[in-house]
């Protein structure tokens, strides 16, 4: 007659029990932490790119403003230089009531003005207030008809004084010594990004030798200390960001 296996026996025969569910919560650790990685350096990664879009815009928009500072003093160069002579004392005197800041005293600790002058009006009466550059119509040409617009990369305002020389003598509105001050602000197209640029403007010892009557030829303006008026990049006395 055959007997049951004893309990022992059933026992050691029977196959061990699976451990699934540990091993599985392993994995799936595992997976999260590799998954929570990934998603690091991927926010990381779109974090470094915005931020790196964002200077190079900001460097776009200094740089474009810098370039329409500079275009507003090439045309207070050009104004002031033109065969037709400016009346200078009324330029430094200031035309446009509101927007002009004439310097009427200097101060004895900086020696800086308190005012940064007058707003340049052109040959035409027009101030050169929030003037666009370049132009609508840059560009363009008789029959030029496939010539695109140009895009405004921003737009300027020049204002022009006396040189510090002439101010320390109380000479506000009056030039003895031909030389002066023109100080242009470019804003870029955002609106929001200015550039000051401001310049020396004086007599050129080639056009204004020693000894020669200066009353009857006026010397042709340029950017202090140069022998030509013909570079078209200007010796910048300052520069302020804002």
């Given amino acids: 007659m055959n007997r049951a296996p004893s309990f ?5 025969g029977a196959p061990p029990r699976p451990r699934r569910g540990r091993d599985g919560g392993a994995v799936l650790i595992v997976v999260m932490l590799v998954l929570i990685t990934l998603m690091g350096m ?9 931020g790196n879009l964002q200077m190079s815009a ?12 500079e275009a507003g003093i090439e045309r207070a160069r050009a104004l002031l230089n033109d065969p037709v002579a400016p009346d200078l004392p009324l ?3 200031g035309t446009n009531a509101g927007n002009d800041d004439v310097p009427t005293a200097v101060d004895n600790t900086t020696g800086r003005p308190n005012g940064v002058g007058a707003v340049l009006v052109d040959a035409a009466g027009v101030p050169l207030i929030n003037v666009a550059y370049p132009p609508p119509t840059f560009g363009r040409g008789a029959g030029t008809i496939a010539a695109p617009t140009a895009a405004t990369m921003g737009t300027y305002t020049v204002w022009i004084r006396n040189d510090d020389a002439d101010l320390r003598q109380g000479n506000f509105g009056l030039d003895t010594n031909n030389t002066v001050v023109v100080r242009a602000q470019g804003t870029a197209a955002d609106g929001r990004t200015n550039v000051v640029v401001e310049v020396v403007l004086g007599p050129t010892p080639a056009e204004w030798p020693a000894g020669t009557a200066n009353s009857i030829t006026p010397p042709e303006l340029c950017n202090s200390g140069k022998n ?3 570079e078209n990049n200007s010796t910048l ?3 302020v960001v804002n």
């Fill in 42 to 50: 991927g926010m990381t990664a779109l974090w470094l790119t915005g």
């Fill in 237 to 239: 006395s300052g520069i």
């Fill in 91 to 93: 330029l430094l005197s």
């Fill in 58 to 69: 900001n460097v776009s928009l200094r740089s474009n403003a810098l370039y329409v500072a």
């Fill in 8 to 12: 022992p026996q059933a026992w050691r």
């Fill in 228 to 230: 030509a008026c013909d």
